[in-house]
């Protein structure tokens, strides 16, 4: 099983960006956490990061030709602003997992509206890294 992990923009800021709501372990944790995670479940992983829209979407694209079996995206601020990448997902039609490390439910209105969440099988919000752990989860086993 191949899964690609996608995080949007500011993410790679993971540790020094708003500790008090992302916590204090960096980017480079969240990669090693997941890397460990799925070499113990046997699963193939690619971690990716852009700050660019376009970049994502071209990331999206390209598991299609690589098949992908499953992707794990958080879109960062994309997520509330980006038809792009929800429509590069509904091309590709790979399962998919909505990831948030904060309650976004609980944050600023204009975090409510989610356009990846239109495609998504599921969505976890608030459950910091873990979420990413569970999202794979999920795809390889389709439970947790
Ligand atoms: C986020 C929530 C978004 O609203 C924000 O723009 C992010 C991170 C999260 O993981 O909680 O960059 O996706």
């Excluded at 996608?6 to 944790?29: A, C, F, H």
């Excluded at 690619?46 to 299609?64: F, K, R």
Aim: aromatic content about 10%; overall charge negative.
């Amino acid at each position: 099983m191949k899964i690609l992990v996608l995080n949007g923009p500011n993410l790679n800021m993971l540790g020094i960006r708003e500790p008090d709501i992302y916590g204090t372990s960096t980017y480079k944790d969240l990669v090693a956490l997941i890397e460990k995670h799925c070499a113990e479940k046997g699963i193939e992983v690619n971690c990716l990061q852009s700050n660019h829209e376009g970049d994502l979407v071209d990331y999206i694209q390209q598991a299609y030709f690589d098949k992908v079996d499953g992707i794990v995206i958080n879109p960062g601020a994309y997520t509330h602003t980006s038809v792009a990448i929800l429509d590069a997902l509904k091309a590709v039609s790979i399962p998919t997992v909505e990831v948030h490390i904060s309650h976004v439910d609980e944050r600023e209105s204009f975090r409510q509206l989610s356009y990846v969440s239109y495609y998504a099988t599921r969505t976890i919000i608030g459950e910091g890294f873990d979420g990413y752990l569970k999202a794979i989860d999920f795809l390889a086993d389709g439970v947790n």
